[in-house]
Structure formats: C-alpha cells, structure tokens
C-alpha cells in the first residue's frame, strides 16, 4: 500500500472510531465516515471490503496497543509489585491514548459477527493471560489472595471505567492514577514483593 493509501486509511479509521463511539456502530453509516473525511462513501471501499472490517481494525489497534502495554510490564518490571504498577500505567496509557478506539473495544462487542469476535478475543485473552501471570506471582509472593480471575476483572474494570472520569487535565498524571489503583488493590501493608 502506498503511503499516501496508508495515511487515508489510517484517517478513516480514526474518523470510524470516532463516530463508532459518538453514535455507536450500527447508526454509524460508511456514508457518515467517508464525508468526515471528505471521500466518497463508495470510496471507503479501496480500503476496506467491508463496514464490519473497519470495526475489526479499529477494535484491533486498541487491543494492540494493551498487549504492548503487558509485554512491556512483564519484561521492564522485576517484582510482581512493579509488574502490577506497570500493567497499570501501562494499559491505562493504552485506554486513555486511543480513547475513541479503546471506547469502541468496550461498548460494540455485540456488533461482531462470531469470525470477528474470535479475532478480538484472541487479543483479549492474550492481554488477560499476562495479567493472570504477574496476578499468581503476586499470589505466590503474598500481596494478593483469593480468586485471581476475579481479580483481575475487578482491577480491569476498575482501570477501564476510568475512560468515563479521568482527565489528563486533572490533578492526577496516569502514574499517578496507577499508583491510586495499585494502593488500593495492594496496599503497602501487604507490599514484601
């Protein structure tokens, strides 16, 4: 693909997110998405084979960029402590950097046909199995008890519901929200790892 095809596509993604989160998807239209960037709707289709397939892409990009988020905890980090204050930063760098995709990944599930689902899921599962491994060394170190698969959905949801209320404007910095949710899901007391 040529550079020029590259950066439109690009464009139409990130104009598909957005609109995927103001409207939803199914109110989205490709004519809504090529007039936000100034194409024919008809020309959406050198990019794309389909509306479904600018879905998938978009849910796809914000999936990458949390497993990045993982693999860089579970390689920069050495304590199951640190590994846990990096997935933090980590995926709420991710979840607040591509908000309109990342909001898109939480709220249209349900417009995925099964093949696409499997796709995204397949991401989703690998993101969850990194969380899973830092949650059992932190198991074994002490610092966390009790069911870990909930755990992890509970931390998730908790970093994940931050999309509705935090503001980088604010007073907290991600490191800072990180270390808030780190301290109240491992506090200090707990901390020999």
Known sequence: MK?????????????????????????????????????????????????????????????????????????????????????????????????DETAVVLSEWRNLSPKSRRRIVKLRDQVDGMWDEVLREAAAAGLVRGDLGLLRLAMLGSLNWSLQWYSPKGSLSIEDLADRFLEFFLPMSKARG
């Open 3 to 99: 550079a020029e095809d590259s950066e439109r596509r690009q464009e139409l993604l990130s104009s598909a997110a957005r609109l995927f989160r103001d409207v939803g998807y199914a109110r989205a239209t490709v004519r809504d998405i090529a007039k936000a960037v100034g194409i024919q709707s008809g020309s959406i289709f050198y990019y794309f084979r389909t509306k479904e397939d600018i879905l998938v892409d978009v849910m796809e990009s914000a999936m990458q960029a949390f497993v990045g988020a993982g693999q860089r905890a579970l390689t920069e980090a050495a304590t199951p402590r640190s590994k846990l204050r990096e997935l933090f930063v980590g995926h709420l760098k991710a979840l607040h950097g591509t908000t």
